[in-house]
C-alpha cells in the first residue's frame, strides 16, 4: 500500500469512505461539543480581531462587529478559531504523509495562473459575503446543519449548489 | 447523556482541546477525499467528478443516521443539539452569493484551508479573499441588516416543516442520497474524462 | 488524479458501523418507567390546581368512585389511616407489589385520592404519578394526625398566609420606631449565569 | 486508466449495490424500531430518590442566620404572585411566580449552580411543586424554605416564648430568634437603632454573569 502511494501522489480516498468517516467525526463532533462543524466562523473572528486592533472604535461602533467584541476577552479565543487550527493541522499531516506538499497554483491548462489567482480572490471574496448573509459556509450550515435536520442547511446546501449548477457554463473555462 | 461538554460531563477546559483534534481529523479527512483540489472540487459542476456530492451526501446520511440512532439509545439528546437558526431570505441569497463564489474560486472555507495548508497558492489567496468578503460584509452591515436578519423561521428543522416523523425522513433521504450516487456515476460514465 | 476505486475500507467499515448499531439496539434495554408529561403540561397542571379534593367533596362523594393511597410510613400507616387506604409510601412506588397495583389503576374509572400528614407530604406523590401518566389522581388537602390514640383528618388551607404579613412587618417597625431603615430593601438583580441553557453551544460558520 | 469508463453498458458495482442495501437498512432500522416516549429530565426513579429525601429542606432559622451573615450564595426566590410579592418579602428575594418558572427569563434562575437557590412562598407548598419540577430537569443547588413564610412570621417575626420546662437549647434558639428578629426589623428596642441599619445595608456585591452569547 504504501509503495504505491509512492508511485501514485495523487490517489485519494474512496469517497464514501471519506464521507464515512466524516460522518462519523460529526456525529463525535456534537456529541462532545452539541455543536456542528465550521470553518468561516474562524476568519471571522480573525477579521474581528484585527479591525479591533487597528481601530478599536471602528470596531466598537460597527454594529456587526460589536457583536463579537467581549471585554476583556479576544474574538480569537472562540471554539472555531481552534478548530480551524486543527483543519490546517490535520490537512498538512494528510499532504505529508502522501506526498501532496507542494506550493504551486493549481489551473486548468487552457487558463494563466495571474487568471486563476483572480479568480480565487473574487471567489473568496464572494464566498466571504454570502457565508456571513447565511450565517455559516457549506461546512457549518450545509454539512453540520443537515445532519440536525436543519432547514436552514438544505436551503444553503440546495441554493449553493443550485446555482453552481447555474452558473457553471460561464465558468467552464477556467475548469474543463 | 450527551452532549458531553454542554452537559458538564467534560470540563469547560477541554473545549479548546477537543477543537483542536476534531479540526485534524476534519482537515485530514478533507485533504485525503482530495477536496484541497479546486479543480477536483468544481468537477461536480460538469460531471467529470463527483467527489464533493459523494463525500458530502454520505457524510450528510451516515451522521444523521448515527445521530437519530444515539439519540434512540438515549445516549444524546438531539433537542439539545445546535440547530442552526433558519433566515430565510438570508439563506437563499447568501447561498446564491457562495454558489458564484464556489465556482469562480473553487473552494469554500474549510477545503480552501486544506489546500492552503498542503501549499496551494489559490487556496491562501481564496482565503484572502475570503478576509476581505468578511470585512466588505461588516462594512456594509447597516445595509444588509435588513436582510440578514429577514424573515426568521427559528431553529427549525426538516421534521418541523414537513410534519414527518424524523426517521421516515431519514430513509427518504438515505434513498434520495444513494439514487444521486448512482447518477452521478452514470453521469461521469458519459461526460468526456477530464485529466488533471 | 483519481479516487482509490477498491471498496475494502469502506465495507469493512459500513459492516462495522452496522455491527456496532445492531449490538447497541440488541442490549439496549427500555427504560422501565418514563415520565410521560413534559413539565411544560405539569406546570400547566399545577397552576389550574383543579388536582386537589377538599374534605368536604371528599365526604361528599361515593367510596366506590375512588381509591384511597395513603404515601406515608408504613409505620404511621399502621398506627392509623382512613377507611380502606391502601398504603404505598413515596420510596416504595417503584417496588414490584405498587407497580403491579398502580398499573392496574391507571386511567381507570376510580380516582386514586393520593393523602399524606399534609398536602404537602403527598405532594411528590401526586407529581410522581401525574408525569408517570396517571390522569387520575388527586390530593386530599387534609392534614392528618394520629394523637391521643386517635386518627384524625382536618382540612387544611394551603398557601394562606397566616397572618397579613405586610401588617404585621409594619406594626413591629413602628412600634420599634426605626422604620425607615428596615423597610423592605429593593430586590437586588442578580443575573446567575445561565449554565445549561439549551442550545448554548453556537454554531460554526 | 479511463478504459475502466468507457464501458457502454452502466452497471454498479457489486460492491456498491452492497453498500447500498446495508445503508438502506440501516435506515429502516430506525423506522422499524419500536418507539417509545422519551423521558424528559432524569429517569423517574431518581425522581423518588430525590424527592423522599428530606435534604431539600432548609429551616428558617437556618436561612436567617445565612441571611444575617450575609451568606453571598443565597438566592431567595418568592414564588407567589406579584402582587403578594409586592407586599410583602424576605429581603433581597427575587420574585418568580410558580407560573412563569419555566419561562426563559426566569429558567437561568433556578438552572445555575452559583448560588444555592432558596424558593419559598407562604407554606411549602409552591416551592415544593417548583422544586419537584427542578428536580425532574435535574438542576441542582434547589432548596425549600420549610414551612414558608408563615413558618417565618412563627419563628422569626414572632417567636414562641418557650415554657420553663423546656431544655436549655429552647432558650437559646428563642435568643437567636429575637436577635433574628430584630434584625429584620420587629420589636427593636430604640437603643439600637443604630447598630441594627448598619448591618442592614448589605454591601456584598454579587458579580454580574452575563450567559455567554454565541453568534454566527
Known sequence: MKGKKQKNRHVYWNPYFGGFLLGLLIIATFYLTGRGLGASGAIKSGVVSMVHTVAPTHAENNAYYSKFIKEGESPLNNWLVFEAIGVLLGAFLSGALTGRLKLKVQHSPKISSRRRLIFALAGGLLFGLGAQIARGCTSGAALSGMAVLSVGGFITMIAIFGTGFMVAYFFRKNWI | ?196 | MKELEKTKRISISAVLFLLIILIGVVTFKKPKYVFEKDTATTLQKIIEKDHFLSLEDFNSIDPAQYILLDVRSNFEYAKGHLKDAINISTHQTFSDSSTKLLKSLKNGDKTIIVYGENPDNADSAWMLLYQLGYENVKILSAETKYTDGKFKIKNYDLEKPSVNYAQVMQKAQSSSGNKNEIKKSTPKKVIPKLKKKKRVAEGGC | MSKRYKTKKFIVKREYQILAFILVFIAAGLVLLPKYKKNEGIMPELFVKNAISSERYISTDQLADKIINQDPSVLLIDMRSEKEFNEFSLPNAINIPLKNLLDDDYIGYIDQDIYDVILFSNDSFYADQAWMLGNRLGFKNLYVLKGGLNEWFNTIINPKYPDETMPREAFKLYDFRKAAGIYFGVGAPKTEKKAAPTKKVITVKKKKKRAAEGGC
Open chain 2, 1 to 196: 447523556m450527551g452532549p458531553l461538554i454542554p452537559n458538564g460531563l467534560i470540563p469547560v477546559e477541554w473545549n479548546y482541546v477537543i477543537a483542536i483534534l476534531i479540526g485534524m481529523a476534519f482537515g485530514y479527512i478533507l485533504e485525503a477525499s482530495g477536496f484541497s483540489s479546486s479543480r477536483k472540487l468544481a468537477g461536480v459542476f460538469y460531471g467529470y467528478d463527483f467527489v464533493v456530492l459523494k463525500v458530502f451526501f454520505t457524510s450528510a446520511v451516515v451522521s444523521v443516521i448515527g445521530l437519530y440512532y444515539l439519540d434512540y439509545l438515549n445516549f444524546l439528546d438531539i433537542s439539545q443539539l445546535y440547530v442552526q437558526p433558519t433566515y430565510l431570505w438570508a439563506a437563499i441569497i447568501g447561498g446564491m452569493i457562495m454558489g458564484v463564489g464556489f465556482l469562480a474560486g473553487g473552494f469554500c472555507p474549510g477545503t480552501s484551508f486544506c489546500g492552503a495548508a498542503i501549499g496551494k497558492i489559490d487556496a491562501i489567496v481564496f482565503i484572502i479573499g475570503l478576509t476581505i468578503g468578511i470585512f466588505v460584509f461588516a462594512e456594509a452591515f447597516t445595509f444588509l441588516e435588513p436582510l440578514f436578519n429577514s424573515s426568521n423561521l427559528g431553529h427549525i428543522t426538516m421534521v418541523d416543516i414537513l410534519d414527518i416523523s424524523p426517521y421516515w425522513f431519514i430513509l427518504i433521504f438515505t434513498i434520495i442520497a444513494i439514487g444521486s450516487f448512482v447518477f452521478s456515476d452514470w453521469v461521469r460514465s458519459k461526460v468526456k474524462k477530464v485529466f488533471y
